[in-house]
């Protein structure tokens, strides 16, 4: 069964500083992997998306994501945080017929 | 235009209550899915639609049922509410087959609170 992992459940980042996001995934054959943010009070926004191709994924943001097959990672990376990436992010991995999640992380960013 | 969207966006109601909340797409996908966020902010499928048929049912009690008229609406029904229903609903869409591996588009969700 696919499944994803998100190891933490709360970052703190100061504004300007690096972010990196881990997540784990378990699947049986090649996965296709998102992650998704959440603003406080709102829907979820597709940041990136890997299904093959460059293991390095730029997307919205400013964001991007590494995946390495051997260590059945996605992680999510921001070179320089602001205020506004405040929210929830989720990683989620895709067979056929459903997405599914991980639990999320929380990231605060501080002035 | 909104690609996904519900209605309504906050919900308060009774315990044994029925209520209805809305879901609609212009984006020409075929799935159409349901999915709750708890509390903890944890995400699980409920539902999912394919050209009206369904096709993904993950044990949710038979107090919710969705009903899809055609493949750009998905409703979701539920039957007395319960205090443990309270949650934000989420409505999806995707492309089916191999355009599904592409990313889903979500609705800003509905927040129910069951009092």
């Known amino acids: 069964a696919q499944s994803v992992t998100q190891p933490d459940i709360h970052i703190t980042v100061s504004e300007g500083a690096s972010l990196e996001l881990r997540c784990n995934y378990s699947y049986g054959a090649t996965p296709y992997l998102f992650w998704y943010v959440q603003s406080p009070g709102q829907g979820l926004q597709l940041l990136l998306k890997y299904f093959s191709g460059d293991t390095l994924v730029q997307g919205i943001k400013g964001f991007e994501a590494e995946f390495k097959r051997s260590q059945s990672s996605f992680n999510l990376r921001k070179p320089s945080v602001h205020w506004s990436d405040a929210a929830e992010y989720f990683c989620?991995?895709?067979?056929?017929?459903?997405?599914?999640f991980g639990a999320g992380t929380t990231v605060t960013v501080r002035a | 235009d909104t690609a996904v969207s519900q209605t309504p966006k906050y919900l308060v109601t009774q315990m044994g209550n029925d209520k209805s909340i809305k879901c609609e797409q212009n984006?020409?996908?075929?799935?159409m899915y349901w999915y709750k966020q708890d509390s903890k902010k944890f995400l699980k499928i409920m539902f999912s639609y394919n050209n009206k048929e369904l096709i993904i049912n993950e044990t949710v009690p038979n107090r919710f049922s969705p009903k899809s008229p055609d493949k750009a609406h998905l409703n979701l029904h539920i039957n007395s509410l319960e205090l443990g229903d309270s949650a934000v609903y989420f409505c999806a869409s995707s492309p089916t087959g191999q355009g599904r591996n592409y990313g889903y588009t979500f609705g800003s969700g509905t927040r129910l609170t069951v009092v």
């Open positions: 989620a991995v895709t067979n056929d017929y459903k997405l599914s």
């Open positions: 984006l020409g996908h075929d799935t």
